[in-house]
């Protein structure tokens, strides 16, 4: 049985609310929230806080109340107080941060040769950063073994 049209209904806008806690410092809190259009967004779109909201804004057009817990007048906004948090990266800058995560995390040297071989294969450039990552594990990884 078909009802309507056939056409299952999709949202318009979604929502997201980033919350970074320091749970020794709970005056440290920052929040940043977000209204995007269900589409795909361009990369030519840099800054997430093209679509930013307030928490206010949020409550207004959801009718849900998101963490009323936080003491406003201490809580900052995410994107004020870290511009970086509120740009979207690059394919490749993505695929570099995940590459030194597992580098640096790495317990063998298969491990680092994984994490090279995937940036090959997706063919993105090594920075300065990432090969002074590999070197600095390697020779980690070299002196646990000796040890």
């Not at 695929?95 to 580098?103: D, H, Q, S, T, W």
């Amino acid at each position: 049985m078909v009802i309507g049209d056939g056409r299952v209904p999709a949202p318009t806008h979604l929502y997201k609310i980033v919350a970074a806690f320091n749970e020794g410092s709970p005056e440290r809190t920052a929040v940043a929230a977000f209204v995007v259009p269900n589409i795909p967004i361009s990369r030519e779109v840099s800054e997430l806080t093209k679509y930013e909201v307030s928490l206010e804004k949020l409550k207004s057009l959801t009718g849900f109340s998101f963490h009323p817990q936080l003491p406003s007048q201490t809580t900052t906004n995410l994107c004020v107080s870290d511009r970086n948090s509120c740009k979207l990266k690059s394919w490749e800058e993505l695929e570099l941060y995940f590459a030194m995560k597992k580098v640096k995390y790495a317990k063998s040297q298969k491990d680092i040769d994984t994490a090279v071989v995937t940036l090959k294969d997706n063919h993105v450039k090594f920075d300065q950063k990432l090969l002074s990552q590999i070197e600095k594990k390697q020779t980690e990884l070299r002196h646990a073994t000796n040890a």
